[in-house]
């Protein structure tokens, strides 16, 4: 099968195999993965850069096998930026994302999915984001996740937090509050426990946050438990491995009432960019405090 180039940020990633088909519906191949990661680097780094990276690769594409890798193989180019975790028993060396090469390179390697860190590498105890996964149970459907996720907006916004909402790609929606990275991933896990509980215990038809499946029954799952240390969530614009290669899409909450999980997929992403901008562009610019919302948890507890 070859080889092929290309090329950014001043880098040359070499793709072996560019023409292996890894989502056989489409016929999309590694080299058009490897293009759209360079392709959509432009509006993806911003939300991802500095953030280690846990790694969802399929060497044969979405029929294949499937493994998350963390640590980082022996023959990565030296260029790629990796840091030292903590891990029960020793050291774990990751990839930290730098930029749009880092994701290429990282496509090249069949990994589709990049999953990354709630903290940047340099303040990896203090998470910037807190997430809440919603996800479809039994025969719950999109109807019942545009529900929940306007619940959850509700909340945090009277909580004085700013929500973000995103379509993964998958079968439900991340809702995501920007934070002033100045906590631990306890404090935060926490805080999103009790909110997630609270809204359960509001609208018990709907929601639940049963960690066992059997016990969900047909309600949204309130998934809060990303929200620990060096727990992971899909990037932001990442490709999914799923048929028809899905992306992970922030959207406007507008949006939400007319977009499924997978509307916007590899091929017609940059249809979209090129009529409207990054929906979170202003993610980082509107942090907040969670004392407001723990203010209200303690004294509504009272």
């Not at 793709?15 to 999309?28: A, E, N, Q």
């Not at 309130?222 to 922030?250: E, F, H, K």
């Not at 202003?282 to 723990?294: H, Q, V």
Request: proline share 7%; with cysteine.
């Amino acid at each position: 099968m070859g080889t092929a180039l290309i090329q950014i940020e001043g880098r040359e990633i070499e793709i072996s195999r560019p023409d292996k088909v890894l989502f056989p519906d489409g016929v999309i191949t590694k080299l058009e993965l490897c293009e759209y990661y360079a392709r959509v680097s432009e509006v993806m780094v911003p939300h991802v850069v500095g953030r280690i990276v846990s790694m969802e690769r399929l060497p044969d594409g979405i029929e294949g096998e499937r493994f998350f890798q963390k640590s980082v193989p022996d023959y990565f180019p030296r260029w790629i930026r990796t840091v030292e975790v903590d891990k029960e028993g020793g050291m774990l060396r990751q990839v930290v994302i730098a930029g749009g090469a880092t994701l290429a390179y990282l496509a090249s390697q069949a990994c589709l999915t990049p999953h990354c860190w709630l903290s940047r590498a340099d303040a990896r105890d203090r998470p910037d984001r807190m997430t809440f996964d919603l996800d479809p149970s039994g025969a719950a459907g999109f109807d019942q996740v545009r529900r929940a996720a306007h619940l959850v907006r509700e909340l945090l916004e009277s909580l004085e937090l700013m929500p973000f909402v995103m379509t993964t790609g998958s079968r439900g929606v991340h809702v995501v509050a920007p934070l002033e990275p100045r906590t631990d991933f306890d404090r935060v896990r926490g805080v999103a426990r009790r909110l997630a509980a609270r809204l359960a215990d509001r609208e018990p038809k709907l929601l639940t946050v049963e960690h066992r499946k059997a016990e969900r029954g047909d309600r949204v799952f309130i998934d809060y438990l990303r929200n620990g240390y060096a727990q992971t969530t899909v990037a932001p614009y990442a490709v999914r491995a799923r048929p028809g290669a899905p992306v992970a899409t922030p959207i406007d909450w507008d949006e939400l009432r007319r977009v499924g999980p997978t509307s916007y997929h590899l091929r017609n992403l940059f249809r979209r960019l090129g009529q409207k901008d990054d929906p979170w562009l202003d993610f980082d610019r509107r942090p907040g405090s969670l004392r407001t919302a723990e203010d209200w948890l303690d004294a509504s507890r009272a």
